[in-house]
């Protein structure tokens, strides 16, 4: 027996003429066995034999006991008026055989005021699986039956619960600067008896700036040891936040934990420097914090051929300082056109230095050439040439309704202004660029690039011809916006389109000329001769066309959407990506 248990009859006004329970002690009261619901006033309920809990695993104890109605249910009623012999079966085979685990009996119900007390027994299986309830009297000394009724019930008995295995990830967290490597311990061990589980295999795999770096295993296939562990570690390309997912191959647990790769005060492995060819305006997808007018238009770009050839880490820690706009004098002092960091801080000279020996980068960027450095590429002269000044004086000369047509040529002022700016580059003769700063020879910038990092390889690269005219035809370069006119196609004669091209031609002997001066670090790529056929003016271009809004019909209000005349995604891939990789993209 497990003795009696209290239960309180609240609701005696729905008694019925039902089965009815009689509990007599002492003769003093009866007790109905059947309490209806209002919407069940007709049913008549049956005794059964019910378990507390319903379902438990081995080792549980079940409280068994005699219910009549909905169990579990407040209206309920317990016991019988007479003992009741019991027997508990199981756990049923297949064949529907179960041997009998407990016997015992319910004594009757005994009244306790204006509620009664009714029997429980106990049974606590030591096997899993179905156990049957049903009424027992071998020995003929009590009922099997509750007021002449048929008893039965059931209960389910589960194996005890395995606890999963537990892996543990340290460190949580870890801040690592870019020249270094993260490293992660991930320990598996059994999770009833916390010894370590060997044999098992550990995935680990990365999301953010580094996603498709690869790590290494310490044991070499990333199965558990004896000690249940794995070792795992990876150089990160980029600075950012990343977190490294660890988890048990085939199911199981999983850990996430993180890593903040910091600059290094040595520079990046791969450095990208120079202006719009290499930072990938054009592309239309930009790093986030370079896409912000009024504060940062470097449109830095994950599909520049430089971001490109970073990607997945293959070439180490990667620095890219290359801004759209960017002239010769932005490398040795702050960006002249004012991009600036979240936080408002200018960006510092694009060979700005940890150490004294030269410019500082200040608060807003650590080095990204340095000693460490063992790459550099970039494209630079294009602005100091001031190719998107010529093409506002070329190309887009005194637009007016009546003048739609296409330019002839440049005005002898532009090609002289060019002519001087190309010879400063060549390091012949000072000038500066349209926005009056000082022009630095090629020859001057690579220098100082060697300076900064006397271990890296230098490419640098040099521009297509924008439009390559195949006929004396005017050809559609784009389309322009005109006060009270709207948007029309603005073409270029094939005189404007030969020049600019002759310009691109000439400044590409510039920089390849200053290479060879410079040969045991600095290679010249050529890229016009995989832009050849590739032209605007060509029916199937890698340049984006021009767009113009000209808000008056003077050219010095022309607003040129910064995309234009810049290589597509096409042409990183195809044209400048190519070509490093041609010229032989291998870190020293």
């Known amino acids: 027996m497990g003795g ?144 002449g009724l048929e008893l039965s019930g059931e209960f389910v008995v589960t194996e005890p619960a395995v606890p999963d295995d537990q892996l543990t990830v340290t460190p949580e967290h870890q801040e690592v600067s870019i020249d270094d490597r993260a490293q992660v311990t991930a320990t598996l061990r059994a999770g009833e008896s916390a010894v370590p589980v060997s044999g098992t295999r550990l995935n680990f795999a990365i999301s953010g700036p580094n996603r498709d770096v690869p790590g290494t295993c310490v044991p070499a296939d990333c199965v558990t040891g004896a000690d249940g562990t794995v070792r795992w570690s990876y150089a990160g390309a980029q600075t950012g936040h990343d977190t490294i997912n660890v988890r048990v191959e085939g199911g199981g647990p999983r850990v996430d934990v993180s890593v903040d790769w910091t600059p290094s005060v040595n520079g990046a492995v791969y450095a990208a420097l120079g202006d719009s060819f290499s930072s990938g305006e054009g592309t239309g997808d930009y790093f986030l914090g370079t896409d912000l007018p009024g504060l940062n238009m470097c449109h830095r770009s994950p599909h520049a051929a430089a971001a490109r050839l970073a990607s997945g880490g293959r070439l180490g820690s990667f620095g890219f300082a290359a801004c ?86 440049c005005p002898s002022t532009v090609t002289l202004e060019t002519t001087r700016r190309l010879a400063a580059l060549a390091g012949i003769r000072n000038a500066t660029t349209p926005e009056h700063y000082p022009i630095h020879s090629i020859t001057k910038v690579l220098d100082a690039i060697h300076a900064a990092a006397p271990n890296a390889r230098v490419l640098i690269a040099g521009y297509p011809e924008l439009f390559q005219p195949r006929s004396l035809n005017d050809c ?67 340049i984006n066309p021009i767009r113009v809004f000209a808000p008056t019909i003077s050219p010095e209000d022309a607003l040129i959407e910064p995309s234009s005349l810049h290589p597509n995604q096409t042409g990183q891939i195809l044209g400048y990506e190519a070509a490093y990789r041609a010229a032989g993209v291998v870190p020293r």
């Open 4 to 147: 009696y248990s209290r239960s309180v009859d609240t609701r005696p006004k729905l008694r019925r003429r039902a089965r009815l329970l009689a509990v007599a002690i002492t003769g003093l009261l009866t007790i109905a066995a059947c309490v209806a619901t209002p919407a069940r006033a007709q049913e008549v309920w049956d005794p059964f034999f019910v378990t507390s809990p319903r379902s438990g695993e081995v080792g549980t104890e079940f409280t068994l006991m005699i219910a009549w109605g909905p169990y579990p249910n407040p209206d309920a009623v317990f016991g019988c008026a007479h003992p009741v012999g019991y027997a508990v079966s199981g756990p049923v085979s297949e064949g529907g055989q179960a041997p009998i685990i407990a016997t015992g009996k319910l004594e009757a119900n005994e009244a306790d005021g204006d509620s009664y007390r009714y029997d429980t027994a106990k049974v606590t299986p030591t096997r899993a699986g179905l156990y049957v309830i049903s009424g027992h009297n071998p020995d003929g000394s009590t009922q099997a039956r509750c007021q």
């Open 324 to 409: 759209s706009g960017a002239i010769t004098d932005d490398l040795f002092d702050d960006n002249h056109a004012g991009n600036a960091s979240r936080d408002g801080d200018t960006e510092p000279a694009q060979l700005c230095r940890a150490a004294a020996a030269g410019p500082a980068c200040g608060p807003s960027r650590v080095p990204v050439i340095g000693p460490n450095t063992r790459l550099v590429t970039l494209t630079i002269g294009g602005n100091d040439a001031g190719f998107a000044w010529a093409v506002s004086r070329c190309i887009i000369v005194s637009i007016a309704p009546l003048r739609l047509g296409a330019t002839r040529g």
């Open 476 to 542: 559609v370069i784009g389309d322009i916006l005109l006060p009270g006119v709207g948007l029309r196609q603005l073409r270029v004669g094939f005189v404007a389109a030969a020049w600019m091209d002759l310009q691109a031609a000439a400044l590409n002997q510039v920089i390849a000329a200053a290479a060879r001066a410079r040969s045991w670090f600095a290679t010249y790529v050529n890229v016009a001769t995989r832009f050849e056929g590739h032209g605007l003016c060509t029916g199937s271009s890698w």
